[in-house]
T-cell receptor
């Protein structure tokens, strides 16, 4: 499985945008970029995914670099409920293989 | 998205015993997976539960230690056998949904403590 690199942790102020980076220089042409997050004491939940084009949904936006070797998850206005571990995952088959993820802390 | 009921939510077990964890889904799903999350760590995939055939295990996990059943498209069990304190983890069931509610859905997990 192709590897992703994320910062160990990030901090944000409430109500401000958050940009969570992910590097995936060994991504193959058929790998989808998935983002999941895990809130405290819960199972992971789906956030967003994309292949080549930028994507938006009600939770977040995903900006994918033109060469696809990096991507950024954008939370437009962080709230305290967004404090979680965010996982960037490359998926070429049917299995989700989790890396270490980024711990996002949100300050009020 | 699919709704997963996982039981038990937590348990404390004696070493050398076995625990069976149940995963019930409210709709038929093709793919079901079992993960382990050790304290303070990320999730590790144990196996893919295949309906009507033997589970497919990831490297480092074996059927004798983690037998899995998948009798139908809505139910699976994971057994943690001959437990030791190193098996203390959260075990999570996950399913894959196609279509409008795309994505993987996870159960809330079973927190296992082996003493």
């Amino acid at each position: 499985d192709a590897k992703t690199t994320q910062p160990n942790s990030m901090e944000s102020n409430e109500e401000e945008p958050v940009h969570l980076p992910c590097n995936h220089s060994t991504i193959s042409g058929t790998d989808y970029i998935h983002w999941y997050r895990q809130l405290p004491s819960q199972g992971p939940e789906y956030v967003i995914h994309g292949l080549t084009s930028n994507v938006n949904n009600r939770m977040a936006s995903l900006a994918i670099a033109e060469d696809r070797k990096s991507s950024t998850l954008i939370l437009h206005r962080a709230t305290l409920r967004d404090a979680a571990v965010y996982y960037c995952i490359l998926m070429g088959g049917n299995k989700l293989v989790f890396g270490a993820g980024t711990i996002l802390r949100v300050k009020s | 998205s699919a709704v997963i009921s996982q039981k038990p939510s937590r348990d404390i077990c004696q070493r050398g015993t076995s625990l069976t964890i149940q995963c019930q889904v409210d709709s038929q799903v093709t793919m079901m997976f079992w993960y382990r999350q050790q304290p303070g760590q990320s999730l590790t995939l144990i196996a893919t539960a295949n309906q009507g055939s033997e589970a497919t295990y990831e490297s480092g996990f074996v059927i004798d230690k983690f037998p899995i059943s998948r009798p139908n498209l809505t139910f699976s069990t994971l057994t943690v056998s001959n437990m030791s304190p190193e098996d203390s983890s959260i075990y999570l069931c996950s399913v894959y949904s196609f279509g409008e509610n795309y994505g993987y859905t996870f159960g809330s997990g079973t927190r296992l403590t082996v003493v």
